[in-house]
Each structure stands twice: as structure tokens, then as C-alpha cells.
């Protein structure tokens, strides 16, 4: 079966030298839930953003729908959105509903109807409430779902979720879980919560120094504690 999003190979170094991924391959097929775990500086955020067309990979390639994405960063651009780790990296309007709707007026979307779908997605995640407040406003659960709509008011093919988790507080964390397993797309989720790997995907991917080193259900890896302790998890 032809993978819906697929790396080869993939290796990238940052300016200064640092490889952050080495020869690392691995696929996503379609309506699967995947999750990256790992320590910090595994490569989980750089893969990440090479799936959202955000870096070039040095060496290697990727895949979409089983077609090399070659130079074409639009392409991924056009088919993955990403929710970064600090909701504060995306949320810059004045209001939420601005904030929502702003990825669609970038496409040139009429106001009215770009708002009304802004506030469509809101509803749907349950704080239509917000719609009116400044985002710097917010809590960081609250900012965490205001992101999270930001990118499906795009419709984007494929999710990609850089530490969802990170900085909630229990309530939250639920119910950002809660949401994300609803959601019908396929997702790529970078993530020290094994516990939100477990709940939400079918996959994970321990990654270590730009390498995948292990590959199965979460509830495998959890239950292997030697693998869990010789990675730093």
C-alpha cells in the first residue's frame, strides 16, 4: 500500500554543523494516528518541520501519496498543517476569531466567509466563548485549542502536532486528547507523553540523535522498560 506520507533516508544538519537527522525513514499511511517520542534533540521537531514543508532535507527524500516532493515544499505546505509547541509562535491577531480565520484570508478568502468558518471550527472544538478575546488573553489550554483550529479551518490532509501536551494542566490535557482522538485525520504527534501516545495513536517511533531506533503499538514500547530507559524515556 502506497503511504500517504513517507520519508526515505532523510538526513539534515543545521547551520552550524549539528546533524539533526541521520538517514531516518519512515511513513505515515492514511487515516493513521503516529506518534514520535523521544528525548529532547532526537530530531522529533525537525522531522516534523520537514513534513511541513518548512526544511529541505540534505540527503533523502519525501514522499507524498507515494511522489517524491523533490524542491516542491509547497506541496506539503498545501497538505500538512502544523500546531507548533508554543501556541504563542501562531496566535498574533488581535482576536481569536481574527486569529482563525487569518490562514484563509491569507488564500484570499472573502472576510465574512473566512470568519464564518474560523468561527465554525471554533464552535466544533467547543469555545465559540473566545471568539472575541485578545489571545494573549488566554490560558494555555485555551491557546493550545485556538491553535489546533487555526490549522483546521484549513482542512489540511495530514496534522502534525509538536508536544500538544506540553505546559496544560490535567484538565486540559484532557481535553485536548479528547479532541485530537475525534479528529478523522491522520496525524504525525511529536510527544514526551507516553501516556497521550497511548490514548491516541496506533503507532510510535522512538527517535534518538536523528534515528528511528524502534518501531510498534505504544503499548509495546511502554511495557519495555530497558528500551525506555536506554533512550531517556
Known amino acids: ?3 500517504l506520507l ?3 533516508g532523510l538526513s539534515y544538519a543545521y547551520p552550524d554543523g549539528t546533524p539533526a537527522l541521520r538517514g531516518l525513514s519512515f511513513r505515515l499511511d492514511a487515516c493513521q494516528k503516529a506518534a514520535l517520542v523521544g528525548a529532547n534533540g532526537s530530531g522529533k521537531s525537525t522531522l516534523l518541520l520537514h513534513f511541513a514543508g518548512c526544511y529541505a532535507p540534505k540527503s533523502g527524500e519525501i514522499l507524498l501519496r507515494g511522489e517524491p516532493v523533490g524542491k ?3 506541496a506539503l505546505r498545501d497538505s500538512a498543517g502544523m500546531v507548533f509547541q508554543d501556541p504563542d509562535d501562531q496566535l498574533f491577531m488581535p482576536s481569536v476569531a481574527e486569529d482563525v480565520a487569518f490562514g484563509l484570508l491569507a488564500r484570499k478568502t472573502k472576510a465574512a466567509p473566512a470568519l464564518a468558518a474560523g468561527n465554525a471550527c471554533l464552535e466544533r472544538l467547543g469555545i465559540s466563548r473566545l471568539g472575541s478575546r485578545p489571545p494573549h488573553r488566554l490560558s494555555n489550554g485555551e491557546k493550545r485549542l485556538v ?3 487555526g490549522i483546521l479551518v484549513m482542512n489540511p490532509e495530514i496534522i502534525l502536532l509538536d508536544e500538544p501536551s506540553s505546559s496544560l494542566d490535567p484538565q486540559a490535557r484532557r481535553t485536548v486528547i479528547s ?3 475525534e479528529l478523522p485525520k491522520p496525524m504525525i504527534i511529536a510527544t514526551h507523553d507516553l501516556e497521550m ?3 491516541l495513536c496506533g503507532t510510535a ?4 540523535r536523528g534515528r528511528a531506533v524502534a518501531e510498534g503499538a505504544p503499548d509495546e514500547l511502554l ?3 530497558k528500551l525506555l530507559e536506554q533512550y531517556g524515556l
Open 205 to 208: 517511533v522512538i527517535m534518538h
Open 197 to 199: 501516545a497511548r490514548a
Open 223 to 225: 511495557r519495555d522498560g
Open 1 to 3: 500500500m502506497t503511504a
Open 72 to 74: 516542491n515544499l509547497q
Open 179 to 181: 479532541i485530537l482522538k
Open 147 to 149: 491553535a489546533i483550529a
Open 6 to 8: 513517507e520519508a526515505r
